[in-house]
Every structure is written in C-alpha cells, then in structure tokens.
C-alpha cells in the first residue's frame, strides 16, 4: 500500500506532526525525498516549504541542515 492510502485519512495535524518526528530523527529539518509520502504530503498542504513552515520547521538550506 502507498503511503498516501495509507494515511488518506490523516488530518493535515497529523501530517505535520509526522513531518516533525522525521526531523527529529534526521536531527535537521528533512527535504521531501527524506520523508515516506514526502510528495503526498507537500501535494496535501500545498507545497514542500509551506509543509514545513506549517510544522514550524525551518526551511533546509542543504540537505544536511541541522536543527537549531
């Protein structure tokens, strides 16, 4: 099963949530292809960037940004 069916019925919370556990394990804000259903949820919200905003995450300037 795709990740977007799977997660079809999670609320935008949930998805930014999940966005936030990811960054917490990469220890850096993650760029779409670190994230399982990264498309899906940028599609869901609107964009990449605006996901990440919306999860209050800042934005990676390189793939391997640390969190601040």
């Not at 999670?10 to 556990?21: I, V």
Request: proline share 6%.
């Amino acid at each position: 099963i795709a990740w977007g069916e799977e997660h079809a019925t999670d609320t935008d919370e949930q998805r930014l949530d999940y966005l936030k556990k990811c960054a917490v394990e990469l220890e850096r804000s993650p760029v779409m292809k670190d994230v399982a259903g990264g498309h899906y949820i940028a599609k869901r919200i609107g964009s990449w960037p605006l996901a990440l905003t919306l999860a209050e995450l800042p934005l990676p300037t390189t793939a391997t940004s640390k969190l601040r």
